[in-house]
């Protein structure tokens, strides 16, 4: 133990003062070291500071343009913009997901496919996108969010232009839909270097007109040097870049033509396209049953597209331009044509037809019992007898046949402005071989042309390829390629940039050949399979009936009654007219509509009352069940 | 010399506890801190107005108190604490994850805040009291008496608390005259003991001090308040951004930017020239604290006095250190400039002590 140590007050107050003074001393040094920290980060690093800061603060924030309308030709709007608020989250910036909407649900109503529909975009998307959890609030939603949006770092509302499609399933396939952006998309932007333009679009032309001119209706980016606070939330704009709107395009379509096809079809399932011979410019494209487009604008909800991709309709299947049918009696004109051209017959010259036609002991029936009788080119159209095609289309042999009808487009992509096009199948030798695998398939057998002559067998062509086919012939041979946008219109210059029409070929028909085909289309529609279709038209008009099996029946015959709604033959009917001078051509398909006479001439005859004379049809075409077989 | 009760006497007598030269430094920094409050947050001013109101009456009443009067409240104020320690830690409520509140019914007090002068009080009496005869055996009840009160505001958790009550007790030792040799043995002792105390901290200690060493590794998370504040510092600049101008403080990316992190828009909007004003206010207010000491007639009335004025050092060092991000982030305010009342209490309460014993030097060689 140490003793007790008595003190001296004069030295303990020195040695106080003493400690006081290396107190002092450290605060000095501390304050130093402070002020040179300070210095460090105002002076030396201050320039890295200030960018940082100035990072912090400013964020350049695309601009997305107005995206183009698209018009019928008499200016009718068939896909326009609207502008409403969203309420969007920037998934990256907020902790907990799930809790922030249940939250939110608090103040907007959010139902159980909005959240369903967020987590489908958040399994898509990058993270730092924001994503819509509520499209188009209410004004009421709008303010309680405001209200309160302090509560919620990472959400905002923003207001934004929706595509909208006023006409609903009107034209659905030939305008299709905007979606949201895909992987997809994302590579189509980035092979055309657009990425810079495309910061900010959320939304690409999925099918149509959308997807074909996706890059002309899509217009400039802009941009705006924003000021953000640490929400990232804008608080003034310091500059800005105009965004450029997109063009606008302007269809060869006539929207009000494509809704009396649409009515003329009513119910029934099928494809009609419609053609102006002289350019090319497609006046109706229709594939029935069409769909909502505007579905698909937000994203479209997962019942809405179970409903759409189970229908046994089929609706989302562009029928005009992907369907693949058999011509069937349709493709006897051409058949004719070819002939003629080949000189493998001559007008007048006849076959006599007792019915049928025996091919190595296979007999091939004509569908009128008992046969025709004496069959020229002209009474083979207008009365469309089988046996002279199966003689016909076995003098000619198959690689001729092919070759003819390769012309005329068959078998080949039109080249129309939607992209997607199937080709259909051009039966050949060649085609054959391809086909085919085993050796004994691939081989083509004599028997199999005969019943190519009259557009069954192998073939399968799209509506707009026989479109394309028959405006070939209503224009003389002088083939356009069919397209719907005439032209694209920038709405701040008004300059227009003419979709000029394109002459695909200039077929070498002999006028005289084109003449006998066309008086006998003349005749189908005055005295033929189409007569009663056409009784009393104003107008001459041209046409041909077609049917094409569905089902085949071995041995038995057709009745439609006993067979199944599916399995009923498709009815066919290609037109055009006023046949001296024709501004349109057509061809129509109804799925197992029957005979072509029965169902599908009197959807031509509505149209062609429509388009030539303006004369609105006061109900769906009719289904003519009186009609003879004789097809 | 007119009426005892004439206004200007009245006056004379309302101010005379006061030293004005205290009062000077002092009301600089609260008008500088005014100036920095109204463009921090405008719609506080009004309430700190008041609040710098209460602390000035406390500051008043202080500054009447002699020294010798307020020894007798040490030992009372400081068993008080701690009894009010120990009923937090056994009662107190629950807010943000630390149990520092205590409900009283009408209202709810924060004990710890009481430590801050009660510590120093309590060891400088002891101190006096045992002046004769200061052996090692005083010292370690000294250390006791410093650790209790430590241990308990450091497990609420309440970190920042209890770095000023323990560096306070500390100062009053260290002013008392604990060797240098011990102090040594201290520091080694310290530094050796800091993985033991590392594993006393609670998690979000060690990230506040995980943070500091690489504050980019969680740059939204728990690293989000230093990097903010610290480009804040540094984009200041030598001459600041001008008042109400800086872009860290009003697009909200600075935290807490009224009360702990008001540093960082004083030094965005005034620079390196303001906060060399700033470190010189201090230095004065600080200087003056010293010289109080200096003069101070008893060992207790010294070791008071120096240690108020080093816990205003402490305070301005840690809270400075931190939003310049050289110090963890601990909830130390800018003395004298953050908002908040009772942190301005406190302080006001340590500036009305060293007033009252300024005033007292002679009392006791008369």
Redesign the interface.
């Known amino acids: 133990m140490h003793p007790a140590e008595f003190r001296n007050p004069e030295q303990d107050l020195q040695r106080f003062q003493r400690r006081l003074a290396i107190a002092g001393g450290l605060v000095l040094f501390a304050f130093a070291l402070l002020f040179a920290r300070f210095f460090w980060l105002q002076v030396v690093q201050h320039e890295y500071f200030r960018t940082r800061a100035e990072d912090n603060r400013i964020s350049l924030v695309p601009v997305v343009p107005n995206r183009g309308l698209i018009v019928d030709r008499a200016g009718m709007v068939l896909a326009r913009n609207y502008s409403a608020y969203t309420l969007e989250i920037t998934p990256g910036k907020v902790a907990d997901l799930e809790a922030a909407i249940n939250e939110l649900a608090k103040i907007v109503d959010i139902q159980p496919k909005d959240r369903k529909r967020f987590r489908r975009l958040l399994e898509e998307s990058k993270n730092f996108e924001s994503l819509p959890i509520r499209t188009r609030l209410t004004d009421q939603e709008v303010a309680r969010f405001i209200a309160q949006r302090f509560r919620f770092p990472g959400v905002d509302i923003k207001a934004r232009l929706f595509r909208q499609y006023p006409y609903g399933d009107l034209a659905s396939h030939a305008i299709g839909y905007i979606g949201r952006v895909n992987d997809r998309d994302l590579e189509a932007i980035e092979k055309r270097d657009a990425e810079d333009n495309y910061r900010g679009t959320d939304h690409f032309g999925k099918t149509g007109l959308e997807q074909k001119y996706e890059f002309d209706l899509h217009g400039q980016t802009g941009f705006e040097q924003v000021e953000v606070d640490s929400g990232g939330r804008a608080v003034r704009v310091l500059a800005r870049t105009a965004p450029v709107p997109g063009d606008n395009l302007v269809l060869t379509l006539d929207m009000k033509l494509q809704q009396v096809v649409e009515k003329a079809f009513g119910a029934r399932r099928g494809a009609l396209v419609a053609i102006d011979p002289s350019t090319g410019g497609v006046l109706a494209l229709v594939s029935m049953p069409g769909y909502d487009p505007n579905l698909f604008v937000d994203g479209i909800a997962s019942q809405d597209w179970d409903v759409l991709n189970t229908s046994e309709d089929k609706p989302m299947v562009n029928r005009a331009l992907n369907g693949a049918y058999p011509p069937g009696s349709t493709f006897k004109p051409f058949m004719a044509l070819g002939a003629l051209e080949l000189g493998k017959r001559t007008p007048q010259q006849t076959i006599s037809d007792p019915g049928f036609f025996n091919f190595g002991g296979h007999l091939f029936r004509d569908d009128k019992k008992g046969g025709h009788g004496l069959v020229d080119m002209y009474k083979s159209i207008v009365h469309s007898c089988d046996t002279y095609y199966y003689v016909l289309a076995n003098d000619m042999g198959i690689d001729n046949i092919s070759n003819f009808m390769r012309q005329l487009g068959f078998g080949q992509r039109t080249g129309i402005d939607i992209e997607g096009e199937s080709e259909g199948v051009l039966p050949s030798q060649e085609w054959k071989r391809k086909r085919f695998r085993k050796p004994e398939q691939q081989k083509w057998y004599a028997g199999e042309t005969i019943s190519i002559g009259i557009g069954q067998g192998y073939n399968a062509y799209t509506p707009i390829q026989l479109a394309q086919a028959t405006a070939a012939v209503a224009n003389d041979g002088v083939m356009y390629r069919p397209h719907l946008v005439r032209h694209i219109e920038n709405i701040r210059t008004g300059e227009r940039r003419v979709i000029e029409p394109q002459p695909l070929r200039v077929l070498p028909l002999k006028p005289a050949n084109v003449e006998v085909i066309k008086q006998a289309m003349v005749g189908v529609n005055k005295e033929g399979t189409g007569a009663r279709a056409f009784a009393g038209a104003e107008y001459v008009s041209a046409g041909k009936t077609g049917t094409a099996q569905v089902y085949s029946l071995k041995g038995e015959k057709y009745v439609a009654g006993k067979v199944k709604e599916r399995l009923r033959d498709h009815a066919l009917f290609i037109a055009f007219a006023p046949a001296d001078r024709p501004k349109i051509a057509l061809a129509v398909l109804v799925e197992n509509g029957g005979f072509g006479a029965q169902s599908a001439a009197p959807i031509a005859r509505q149209v062609l009352d429509y388009y030539l004379l303006g004369k609105l049809p006061k109900e769906p075409a009719p289904a003519d069940d009186e009609v003879d077989e004789d097809d | 010399m007119t009426s005892v009760f004439s206004p200007r006497e009245l006056w004379r007598r309302l101010v005379a506890p006061i030293d004005p030269a205290l009062m000077l430094i002092v009301g600089l920094l609260l008008g500088y801190a005014l100036l920095v409050l109204a463009s921090a947050s405008s719609d506080r001013l009004n309430t700190q107005l008041i609040n710098l109101g209460v602390a000035l009456v406390v500051m008043r009443i202080a500054a009447q108190i002699p020294p010798q009067r307020l020894m007798h409240l040490a030992l009372p104020l400081y068993i008080g604490g701690l009894l009010l320690l120990v009923a937090v830690a056994l009662f107190g409520d629950v807010t943000k994850g630390a149990r520092r509140w205590l409900n009283l019914g009408f209202m709810r007090i924060q004990p710890s805040e009481i430590m801050k002068i009660a510590m120093p009080l309590m060891l400088a009496w002891y101190f006096q009291k045992h002046?004769?005869?200061?052996?090692?055996k005083e010292y370690v009840f000294a250390a006791l008496i410093l650790a209790a009160p430590v241990a308990l505001i450091a497990r609420q958790p309440d970190l920042g608390t209890a770095i000023l009550v323990l560096a306070a007790g500390f100062?009053v030792i260290?002013?008392a005259?604990l060797s240098w040799k011990v102090l040594a043995t201290l520091l080694l002792g310290g530094l050796a003991s800091l993985p033991v105390l590392w594993s006393l901290l609670h998690d979000y200690q060690r990230n506040r001090i995980l943070t500091l060493l690489d504050p980019e590794a969680d740059p939204l998370g728990k690293g989000f308040h230093i990097i903010?504040s610290?480009?804040?510092?540094?984009?200041?600049?030598?001459l600041g951004k001008g008042w109400g101008n800086g872009?860290?403080t009003h697009?909200?990316?600075i935290p807490e930017r009224h009360t702990d992190f008001i540093f960082a828009v004083l030094?965005e909007e005034f620079?390196?020239i303001g906060?060399?004003f700033l470190?010189a206010l201090?230095?004065l207010l600080?200087?003056r604290g010293?010289m109080i000491?200096?003069n101070a007639p008893t060992?207790f009335s010294?070791l008071m006095a120096?240690s108020i004025t080093?816990i205003f050092?402490t305070y301005a060092?840690v809270n400075?250190?931190m939003v310049?991000?050289?110090l963890p982030v601990v909830g130390v305010p800018l003395p004298f400039v953050s908002y908040g009342g009772t942190a301005l209490v406190t302080l006001f309460l340590g500036v009305g002590i060293l007033m009252s014993i300024h005033k007292n030097r002679m009392l006791v060689q008369k």
């Open positions: 002046e004769a005869l200061l052996r090692w100062y260290f002013l005259g903010q610290t480009i804040a510092v540094g984009s200041g600049g030598i872009t860290q697009l909200e990316f030094s620079g390196l906060n060399t470190l201090y230095a600080i200087g010293l000491a200096g060992l010294r120096g080093l050092f060092l400075m250190g310049s991000g050289v």
